[in-house]
């Protein structure tokens, strides 16, 4: 392989401009196609999709959360009711002015000809709006000296100064009848503890007026709600300093959660990544005495990454933002080739040699991390696809190219560099040979075995969060109000075709206010309480038909003429009533309720290629009780947002062990196929587990947490691993077979990979936002545990299954006792085994007749393991 990269180098080091001409065009080429990619930011996209969970995921995608902005408007010392409304009002037509295109529709405020209008369209569709209970109340209404006492309430109000309000409401519906079904509304839209005053919703304590903003955005689209946030942020002050010490405003929601997530994490990465790589900068030029350096480094690097975006481009119809965004953490990895190859320029300078002795790990390392990247296309989530493909790809882009590019325009002084820098120095220690730490690492190992099974793996988003202070106090001073923080859960009814699923929430109705009867539930929202399916609408018009037959209508017409005669009304003023009760009812379609902009139809039902959803908000202190009363319900889902998540992001975690598994029996072929030795592979893929291992035990130590981020990037960590791996190996193998003193270069590479992670990612260690801090953590003690298990563990491994020019390798049968140890005791017992063999055969000791007990010990516990286990296989047959 290394002879096809010398001869490409030679055919274009003959004809560089034709050779950049076309690295010019490729990488335009790459740019153009690159840039008319289209990203979708949709977070389900991380959730995998199994047949089981099909159904739950088609109605995620249809139905309607409506994730409102709460404005609490609150009354100070100063304050009067006439403050707030004229807070309320002034805000409305401030923001209203300067971020229309951000808002979908503003509820709180109700005008006199809203409420008029809202009024007769209860009127002349008034069946539709009353149920059973409805109408017992009605049958008392109608008695003879109820209706007496109704006309006389009727006659006051007429000759009071409000009449000229209320004449019209009063001879449309002089018993009220609207006013039954309009109740219905009020509960559905802001609920009992409020009321309207001035056309505001105001709290009964009169102290505070809510209003509800309906973004027209999605809360995750950020970027574009950033500029809607800042209006809302400025129109506050605005109003807060003009209204000082009378009324003050606050706000809560998930976009304004969203926003300043977004802000903080840009924030965090600006600050860190701005330090990191000006150090790294400074490193790389000190340390390679180019300025060009950092340029010839990054190229190749970006080169893949451009592949990578082209080739998803060709292959899907849109990326998932979110796995390119987590794979462009992911491209420290491709960093790693051309630190490689620029570090063994410096000490060889024959492109020739230089080929041989880095073209087959650079390969072997780019194909092995590839294949591991590309085990996450057997997880069935398509952002997690897209990461593997996007990651595989850019790994093999940019591990070809660095070989083709960096030979060519890296130019090192004719003779290798013989003075030393401070990294080679400490590269150059042969931190194998120090008995401490050997044991230190083996301390640490032994205590993994009983950590690693400690560590859990937290399900809640919502604790990954960056929540402002503001934000969080006003949500705290919210709840008080109106409950915000009782656990909420939804029920959607689905179905194919809009009549259906009102039938199937209908039902869903019923059951609900039964279980608010038994107090198995705090409150709820549904829309069937107002909106009714054609069915239901039919058998309404047909109970008040019942209801209002002639007999009725005719007592009702001759109490309310009596009544009304006594007080001085003509026999005709109460004649629309009597039409509207000899009126015939038709059911109403959903475009009709658009006539009224009280309540939205749309924030509770939605329609997409002919499948409807419709969702219900119950509050509960406990949401076992619900989720039972309807798990056997047909086209019905309870959706517990949090639950659902952790059961989604569980089945992830599960993924990922099974994840981890492919990988290694990836890496474990791949390295057979390439080394064609038992015994070098288990060289290099031991400290790839260990890492593993150590990794996770430290984690439990601490008492650190997984999470959906840091778990992703968990698998940088494992490409890490194996690239160190097999650079160290190689280089040992280069000094076994040719006997030059070539590890040291190859520890060099290494340590710098090792310090541009750290500093390309393990500065996130400073960042505020917990996602952002857990994936720095997690790097750190990965990237720290890979590289001091491959320089302390390597070495002794190669000497103990290669062996050197003074001692021999270990023998088949100490591998069978360990194949044993593992069939019984796992992974660790393997390692326990490798481990101590390691340090007796290794470690040079004075008195080695110290340890014999302990080699006896050791040798007669796997001669033990290996006789039970021959014991137990011949009693079996």
Not at 524 to 539: L, M, N, R
Request: charged share 15%; glycine share 4%; aromatic share 12%.
């Amino acid at each position: 392989m290394h002879n096809i990269f010398y001869n490409i180098y030679q055919y274009f080091n003959t004809r560089k401009w034709f050779g950049f001409c076309i690295l010019g065009f490729l990488l335009l080429g790459l740019v153009f196609i690159a840039s008319k990619i289209e990203f979708e930011e949709d977070i389900t996209k991380l959730i995998p999709t199994t047949a089981e969970n099909a159904e739950l995921q088609k109605v995620l995608k249809n139905v309607n959360f409506t994730d409102k902005i709460i404005v609490n408007i609150t009354k100070d010392t100063d304050g009067s009711v006439e403050d707030l409304t004229q807070y309320a009002s002034q805000f409305i037509d401030s923001i209203n002015t300067s971020s229309s295109p951000y808002i979908k529709q503003i509820q709180g405020q109700i005008d006199d000809h809203e409420i008029q209008k809202t009024v007769s369209f209860i009127y002349y569709n008034l069946p539709l709006f009353l149920n059973e209970a409805d109408y017992s109340t009605i049958a008392n209404k109608i008695q003879k000296d109820s209706i007496a006492a109704i006309t006389l309430k009727n006659y006051k109000t007429l000759i009071s100064p409000s009449g000229i309000v209320a004449k019209d409401f009063i001879l449309k519906d002089p018993l009220g009848l609207s006013f039954i079904a309009l109740k219905k509304l009020q509960e559905l839209s802001f609920g009992e503890d409020f009321t309207l005053q001035n056309g505001f919703l105001v709290s009964k304590d009169k102290q505070h007026i809510l209003l509800f903003i309906t973004p027209a955005l999605g809360s995750n689209e950020t970027a574009k709600n950033t500029q809607f946030v800042k209006n809302l942020c400025d129109t506050n002050s605005k109003l807060n300093n003009a209204f000082t010490n009378k009324a003050s405003a606050e706000y809560f929601g998930g976009t304004l959660i969203a926003v300043a997530n977004a802000n903080q994490i840009k924030s965090d990465i600006q600050l860190t990544v701005g330090i990191a790589l000006t150090v790294l900068l400074l490193i790389f030029i000190l340390f390679y005495k180019k300025i060009t350096v950092p340029i010839i480094l990054f190229i190749p690097t970006i080169f893949g990454g451009l592949l990578a975006i082209v080739l998803l481009f060709l292959i899907r119809e849109k990326i998932s933002a979110i796995s390119l965004g987590i794979g462009s953490v992911l491209l420290g990895v491709t960093l790693d080739y051309s630190l490689h190859i620029l570090t063994h320029i410096r000490s060889n300078t024959n492109v020739k040699h230089l080929y041989q002795e880095i073209s087959k790990p650079i390969l072997m390392s780019s194909l092995t991390t590839a294949l591991a990247f590309l085990c996450l296309l057997f997880i069935n989530s398509q952002a997690l696809q897209d990461l593997g493909i996007f990651a595989a790809v850019s790994v093999i882009g940019s591990s070809f190219f660095a070989l083709l590019f960096i030979p060519q325009v890296y130019k090192e002084q004719t003779k290798p560099s013989k003075k030393s820098t401070a990294l080679d120095q400490i590269a150059s220690y042969n931190i194998h040979k120090n008995k401490w730490v050997i044991i230190g690492l083996f301390l640490l190992c032994f205590g993994s075995f009983f950590t690693y099974n400690t560590v859990i793996f937290n399900n809640d988003l919502s604790e990954m969060n960056y929540m402002p202070k503001d934000i969080k106090a006003a949500e705290l001073r919210l709840d008080k109000l109106i409950n915000s923080t009782s656990k909420s859960i939804y029920i959607a009814a689905y179905g194919d075709s809009e009549e259906s699923t009102l039938q199937v929430n209908d039902a869903i109705l019923t059951k609900l206010q039964n279980l608010k009867s038994e107090g198995k539930l705090i409150n709820f929202s549904s829309i069937s309480t107002f909106v009714h399916s054609k069915k239901q609408q039919t058998q309404q018009v047909e109970r008040w038909q019942s209801f209002w037959d002639e007999s009725t209508i005719a007592t009702t017409k001759q109490n309310i003429t009596e009544s009304g005669t006594a007080l001085g009304f003509k026999p005709e003023t109460f004649n629309r009533f009597y039409t509207l009760l000899n009126t015939t009812f038709k059911p109403l379609e959903r475009k009709d309720y658009k006539a009224i902009n009280t309540f939205s139809v749309d924030d509770y039902m939605t329609t997409k290629d002919n499948y409807t959803t419709i969702t219900t908000l119950v509050k509960v202190d406990e949401a076992n009780a619900v989720m039972n009363a309807f798990k056997e319900d047909s086209q019905t889902l309870v959706i517990d947002r949090k639950q659902m998540n952790e059961t989604f992001l569980g089945h992830l975690k599960n993924d990922f062990n099974s994840l981890i598994g492919y990988s290694l029996i990836v890496v474990l072929i791949i390295l057979f196929l390439f080394y064609r030795s038992l015994s070098l592979t288990l060289v290099t893929v031991i400290p790839i587990c260990l890492t593993w291992l150590v990794t996770i035990g430290i984690m439990g130590l601490f008492h650190l947490e997984f999470n959906i981020f840091n778990i992703i990037i968990s698998t940088f960590i494992f490409g890490l691993g194996i690239d160190y791996g097999i650079f160290m190996t190689n280089g040992l193998l280069h000094e076994y077979r040719t006997g030059e003193k070539s590890l040291t270069t190859h520890k060099t590479s290494i340590l710098l990979s090792v310090i541009t992670t750290i500093l390309g990612v393990g500065v996130l260690i400073f960042a505020k936002h917990p996602a952002l801090y857990s994936i720095s953590l997690v790097c750190l003690i990965g990237i720290t545990s890979a590289v001091l298990i491959a320089f302390t563990l390597q070495p002794l491994l190669f000497k103990l299954f290669i062996g050197s020019k003074n001692k021999r390798p270990i023998s088949l049968r100490l591998l069978i006792y360990s194949i044993v140890s593992f069939t019984y005791f796992g992974l660790g017992g393997i390692l326990l085994s490798l481990f101590s063999v390691t340090i007796l055969k290794i470690i040079p000791l004075k008195k080695k007749t110290k340890m014999k007990w302990f080699h006896i010990m050791i040798s007669k516990f796997m001669k033990s393991t290996l006789y039970t286990h021959l014991f137990l296989v011949k009693k079996s047959d």
